[in-house]
């Protein structure tokens, strides 16, 4: 006679752990059967309780303007007018292909359209300085990605239906160093296209997803509280310079929020080359974006007067030190010859 087996608590226990982690493990082979492999790479995210950010050399991340560490994020700004936030990335990125998961909250007392400016997140040459681009320089060199609370080009132009955006409003841009944000335009005239996402005053979490493998930029959102990811932009074509750093930055004028980053975890994916591929690849010095060339004359437009305005001023100052320079060694050498004859 058999006798009947029964499971002790703690035997049941492990079966259900097995038989959950049997489930996720099938869950995940699944649904994510193309999927990259990833690895959350600390050096480079930024999470819950923000050790990694301060003033201290150790730190990973460095605070600039307005922003402030908090329980619970990093407020980029408050809800205040005319202040200016960011956090950036101390050490050059050096990873090929990347995800970047951030959670972020955009909040603030205005009523819809009364409210500004967004915030942008960064990989790009240059860091801790302060512009007129979401708080970072104009003309940067790198990625920019744009969540756009505020519609300036609506407000100022007749634009056509077709090109009337949503606010907010995400997008992205490459710019070469050479090519400037027009905020007026809220930066259609060199993005790489987005789209509308409502993300301001909402209870539930949100959620950007940015992803570069082989040279595909991806961005996806999770803002509806359904915790999926939906389509932003996929650009193909897309080349990244390495060493560059990461940053988060946001502003307020006239019109403000609290923008608020609550995580930003960077992955490294591990993406398979061939030795084909491998031995094709070229460094790349600038980033570009294959279907579009970026267009390099806006330079010179407000920037010519300028130049030759800081040119005349280095020649004077220079032609200046040079006949000062001239003048005292003509001294030395008479004060010289004179003693020669005593
Ligand atoms: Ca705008």
């Known amino acids: 006679q058999q006798i009947p087996h029964y499971y002790s608590p703690k035997e049941a226990g492990v079966c259900l752990a097995l038989a959950v982690f049997l489930a996720a493990v099938e869950r995940s082979c699944g649904n994510n059967a193309y999927e990259p492999e990833e690895f959350l790479k600390r050096e480079y995210s930024l999470t819950k309780p923000y050790q990694g950010l301060g003033s201290s050399t150790t730190s990973h991340w460095e605070l600039m ?7 619970e994020h990093v407020r980029l700004t408050p809800d205040l007018q005319s202040r200016q936030g960011a956090v950036w990335s101390r050490l050059p990125f050096y990873v090929r292909d990347w995800e970047i998961q951030v959670h972020f909250k955009i909040h603030g007392q205005g009523k819809k359209n009364l409210n500004g400016d967004g915030l942008a997140l ?4 240059e860091r801790m300085q302060i512009g007129p681009v979401f708080g970072n320089i104009n003309y940067f060199t790198g990625l920019g990605i744009f969540v756009d609370t505020y ?17 907010p409003f995400i997008s992205a841009m490459v710019g070469n160093g050479s090519v400037a944000y027009d905020h007026d335009r809220d930066g ?74 609550i995580s930003f975890k960077l992955f490294e994916l591990a993406v398979e080359r061939t030795l084909e591929e491998l ?64």
């Open 188 to 261: 259609r005239n060199v993005d790489l296209g987005g789209c509308s996402a409502s993300v301001r005053n909402v209870d539930y979490d949100t959620f950007l997803l940015i992803r570069y493998i082989r040279n595909t930029l991806t961005i996806m959102m999770d803002v509806e509280g359904k915790q999926e990811w939906k389509d932003c932009l996929e650009v193909p074509g897309v080349h990244m310079p390495q060493g560059y750093f990461f940053g988060a930055s946001s502003v307020t004028g006239d019109l403000s929020d609290n923008h608020d980053l």
């Open 279 to 342: 031995e094709n690849e070229e460094e790349v010095l600038i980033p570009s974006v294959d279907y579009r060339d970026i267009p390099v004359e806006v330079v010179d437009e407000g920037m010519g007067v300028l130049s030759i305005f800081f040119l005349f001023i280095f020649s004077v100052v220079g032609l200046v030190l040079l006949i000062v320079a001239l003048l005292l060694i003509h001294q030395r050498w008479k004060d010289r010859s004179r003693k020669r004859f005593y």
């Open 151 to 167: 519609p300036n080009e609506d407000k100022h132009q007749e634009v056509l239906k077709s090109e009337l955006r949503s606010f």
């Open 122 to 125: 960064w990989l790009t040459k």
């Open 65 to 71: 303007g307005n922003a402030m560490i908090m329980p």
